[in-house]
């Protein structure tokens, strides 16, 4: 499971075909908006209007299949308070790493399927997206960051380089700021 991946999913699900049928109102409503930012960022000047995903829309929009998780990621459902996202996955971190193993003992933890709950403080500004993850708990046990920096850099950062505990990424769509709110996103393009 990537952070970047995870919080760009919450963002706009960039990576989704917005065709298909929906399967829920909250599913339709995601697509409708998602359809808006990809139109408004076609624009010259997109319009600044907020465009808000509710914490339902983002999880059922999830669940549906539209959208494709990581390599060993079997599920993610998202909850957020100002600043501050959680995301309570279903990792199988065996086929996460690929069949690649390690020596290393204290990365013996990451084997297996786990119920993964990671959360993460994360924003975006002036068309970057930031993401620190504060914490992960595999079934209901924290791991230590130097673990998780470990982790990340073993078998994450070979696939995706630019990934880490602390990332920095450019937002998709012209979207301008991000903003967490209570079981919300606020996204502003521009």
């Not at 059922?60 to 060993?72: I, N, T």
């Not at 957020?80 to 996955?89: E, I």
Request: glycine share 6%; net charge negative.
């Amino acid at each position: 499971m990537t952070i970047r991946t995870l919080f760009l999913a919450l963002v706009v699900t960039v990576s989704a075909a917005l065709a298909g049928q929906s399967q829920s109102p909250a599913v339709a409503s995601m697509e409708q908006k998602l359809q808006h930012i990809r139109e408004n960022a076609a624009l010259p000047q997109p319009d600044e209007t907020p465009t808000i995903f509710t914490q339902q829309e983002v999880n059922d929009y999830m669940a549906s299949g539209q959208v494709k998780l990581p390599r060993g990621v079997q599920s993610v459902r998202f909850s957020s308070d100002p600043g501050v996202v959680t995301a309570n996955t279903r990792v199988d971190f065996d086929e996460l790493k690929n069949g690649r193993g390690s020596a290393n003992p204290l990365l013996s933890v990451f084997s297996g399927v786990h119920d993964v709950v990671v959360v993460a403080r994360a924003n975006g500004a002036g068309h970057k997206g930031y993401v620190h993850v504060d914490s992960v708990t595999l079934d209901n046990v924290e791991i230590p960051r130097f673990v998780l920096e470990l982790f990340v850099e073993k078998y994450l950062q070979p696939k995706y380089p630019n990934i880490g505990l602390d990332s920095e990424f450019d937002l998709p769509y012209k979207i301008d700021t991000a903003v967490v709110g209570r079981n919300q996103l606020t996204v502003t393009q521009k």
